[in-house]
């Protein structure tokens, strides 16, 4: 990392006004163990899965917010039946205290109710009193493998309108970040853009984790990089630096840039968290926006 780049990306670290770092743990077994190890009251994100469904999901974030973590958990518009569940659902969120959650569409094929996709629940939610007073979106910079481009914008600008952030899928490189989000601002997309990063996680795993997930373009990326693919599938451990690095000055710029960074751990923390630290990440992990939260 070059001395200019590192002292912009410091800095960002360094001010927990200017940036937030996010943690996303997946609903399984293992989920404590990896949540022992975050920071204290970090700002924690639960997945929802079409395996465990909605349920694991909140069985999860009362877990994690009686250990005094600030918890955003996924719900899946697919696995919502119908009104009378989605206002159960956030009437059980507000009972938590919890005031942020991530609508994504979900994985399985059919809706198993009336709402198909994130946009039809984000509508529902829009006149509802229950309302969580931030709602997060998710973005694709690289695409999606089931979504042609345009519908894919099409959906974003529906959701900025009735969402508060958004969230990218996770990449490896950061040209595909940076480009998106210059092509978004010129478009006007106002929202607050996390970027989702892998956390450090051992190099054949992940790459198993971006065929499964679709992302072709950042594999190829990968493949094209000199001697990245030995690495890649070698015994060693993946670390973000050079994405992180060239994100660089652009990290804690909600306007232009990317607002916070978005860690997809997998439920490998012990060494993302010690990689963080590195970065001088030990002021942002007791920012103001990650206090722990009293258990109501």
């Known amino acids: 990392m070059n001395d200019i780049n590192r002292a912009a990306l410091t800095a960002a670290l360094e001010s ?6 996010r943690f996303e743990l997946l609903p399984i077994s293992g989920l404590r163990k990896a949540a022992r190890e975050l920071p204290e009251g970090a700002v924690v994100t ?22 005094g973590f600030r918890v955003v958990p996924h ?8 009104h009378g569940h989605l206002k159960r659902l956030l009437q059980r969120v507000e009972a938590l205290g919890i005031e942020d959650v991530f609508v994504v569409g979900g994985d399985v094929p059919r ?8 946009l039809a629940l984000l509508e529902a939610m829009a006149g509802l009193a229950l309302r969580p007073v931030r709602i997060g979106v998710p973005a694709y910079p690289e695409g999606h493998h089931r979504i042609e481009a345009p519908c ?26 940076l480009d998106w989000r210059d092509w978004q601002a010129r478009l006007g997309l106002r929202l607050p853009v996390h970027a989702g990063v892998p956390g450090v996680i051992e190099r054949k795993r992940l790459l198993g ?12 990326a990968l493949r094209r990089q000199s001697g990245r693919m030995s690495r890649l599938l070698g015994p060693l451990a993946y670390r973000p630096d050079a994405l992180v690095d060239e994100l660089g000055a652009r990290l804690g710029d909600s306007v232009s840039g990317f607002a916070g960074l978005h860690v997809y ?12 630290e590195e970065l001088g990440d030990r002021q942002l992990t007791s920012s103001p926006e990650a206090k722990r939260v009293p258990c109501k």
Request: glycine fraction near 6%; hydrophobic fraction near 45%.
């Open 16 to 21: 927990s006004a200017r940036l937030a770092i």
């Open 46 to 67: 639960v997945t929802c899965s079409p395996r465990h469904g909605l349920e694991r999901t909140l069985e999860a974030t009362e877990w994690l917010v009686g250990e």
């Open 75 to 82: 719900l899946a518009a697919r696995l919502v039946r119908n």
């Open 111 to 118: 809706a198993v109710g009336d709402y198909p996709h994130g």
């Open 152 to 177: 894919l914008q099409q959906d974003l600008e529906a959701k900025a309108a009735l969402a508060d952030y958004a969230v990218t899928q996770l990449c490896f490189e950061a040209r595909p970040l």
């Open 209 to 220: 984790i971006a065929l499964r997930l679709g992302i072709g373009s950042s594999v190829q």
């Open 265 to 276: 751990t997998f439920n490998q923390v012990a060494a993302t968290r010690n990689w963080l």
